[in-house]
């Protein structure tokens, strides 16, 4: 259904689409929501309380299912899948 927009909402759900075509995990589809916002390895294991090997090992599944090499990639990727 419509989330309500709040802050970022929009943002948000083009997270969740990304995360869909590409089938993530919830988890990843977190890490993803927080990497597209600049967020770096360090600052994602703080918020998610989980250890550095489990930061990177979603970032690694999350680039290999996107297909993207960088963070930079990985932000475009978000952004195509905004809706007008």
């Not at 995990?25 to 916002?37: C, D, H, I, M, N």
């Not at 600049?38 to 090992?57: F, K, Q």
């Not at 979603?58 to 680039?63: D, K, V």
Request: glycine fraction near 6%; charge should be negative; charged fraction near 25%.
């Amino acid at each position: 259904g419509n989330i309500p927009s709040t802050k970022g909402g929009r943002w948000r759900s083009a997270c969740a689409a990304t995360a869909e075509d590409y089938s993530l995990t919830p988890r990843e589809a977190e890490v993803l929501f927080l990497l597209s916002k600049g967020r770096n390895a360090a600052y994602i294991e703080d918020e998610l309380v989980v250890s550095p090997h489990t930061v990177t090992s979603h970032m690694l599944n999350i680039y290999r299912k996107l297909g993207v090499h960088s963070q930079q990639e990985l932000i475009t990727c978000v952004e195509s899948h905004l809706e007008d």
